[in-house]
DNA sequence: CGCCCTATATATAAGTA
DNA sequence: TTACTTATATATAGGGC
């Protein structure tokens, strides 16, 4: 989107990187509330510039709400989420198969999230995180099961809806 | 960027919304990926569908490294940091002076990451009773789906068996 | 939902101040 | 770091499959 097109890969020059980052960082914001408003969603973007500077933005909810969201997604929800990892060398955080117990979790990243979860949340609460983890495990079977039958979702409308959650 | 300009507000049509959402979240992750490369910074960029479902990226770091690093800043620094409104009204809040002392500004950061304010929970709890509501009204689409195919509920032992019907 | 296509709207690399 | 300019590279609205 330039005089030139642009490799992806690290700017080395020290100035050009950070004026790279000062630019791209407004499109990306100035992206992320389009959506926001656009799809009328809760997002949170959270960014640190290559002097370490923290810059985040997040729609009509504070970006604190945004992660607590996040934070208290039930298990499952949280492993049926699309991500984009970069290069397919992501790892998700937890309910890794190669993790045998909860002690190996206790890192830096799980303290974060730590921070916003359980502590003060009703019995009701985890019910409806609950309730919801089994309803969507119950969605998927049932999707999976219609696709052994039609392959291609396209072909009925009701399925179409269907796809839609 | 399309064949007509598009006006920043929220799209009322349900299908539009869900369309425009998945288009432009690709395009919104594609720029943040671009962006956490060409600068080698860390970056988490967190939506929630209009439909509910979780969206997420991260650079190299996994999320939650990201979120920790965020989570663990000193509250002064968090202070400093360059915040993105609603608006994309690009404002800093340095040096606020409506702010008298950081003891409230630090109770506040503390209490949204820990997820304990009432009137939060409250809201949560609302938006779950809806999530369920809509997972249920889902659910009865794609169970409604399958008894078109199998007016008898029958039970397969394998996918071999599946494949031969 | 995801992919294709095309006409337009935007973002932005470089350079300059 | 921020502002402005301009030539180009990209993103995407709308519509179809």
Redesign the interface.
């Known amino acids: 989107m330039g005089r030139v097109k642009?490799e992806?890969?690290?700017?080395e020059n020290n100035t050009n990187?950070?004026v790279?980052?000062s630019k791209?960082?407004?499109?990306?914001?100035?992206?992320?509330?389009?959506?926001?408003?656009?799809?009328?969603?809760?997002?949170?973007?959270?960014?640190?510039?290559?002097s370490g500077?923290?810059?985040?933005?997040s729609?009509?909810k504070?970006i604190?709400?945004?992660?607590?969201?996040?934070?208290?997604?039930p298990d499952q929800?949280?492993e049926?989420?699309?991500?984009?990892?970069?290069q397919g060398?992501?790892?998700r955080?937890s309910y890794r198969s190669d993790i045998q117990n909860t002690e190996q979790l206790r890192n830096?990243?799980?303290?974060?999230?730590q921070?916003?979860?359980p502590?003060?949340?009703?019995s009701?609460?985890e019910e409806?995180?609950h309730?919801?983890a089994r309803?969507?495990q119950?969605?998927d079977l049932?999707?999976e099961?219609?696709r052994?039958?039609?392959p291609d979702p396209i072909k009925?409308t009701?399925?179409g809806?269907?796809e839609?959650?």
Chains 1, 2 share one sequence.
Do not use: W
């Open positions: 642009l992806i890969k690290r700017i990187r950070q790279t980052f791209r960082r407004n499109g990306l914001i100035k992206k992320a509330y389009e959506l926001s408003v656009l799809c009328d969603i809760d997002i949170a973007l959270i960014m640190f510039s290559p500077r923290l810059s985040h933005f729609g009509k504070r604190e709400d945004v992660l607590a969201r996040f934070a208290n997604l929800e949280r049926l989420a699309i991500v984009f990892p970069e060398q992501h790892q955080f830096e990243s799980d303290i974060a999230l921070l916003s979860k502590t003060a949340i009703t009701e609460d409806l995180h309730e919801i309803l969507l119950q969605l049932a999707e099961q219609i052994i039958y039609e009925f009701s399925m809806e269907l839609i959650m």
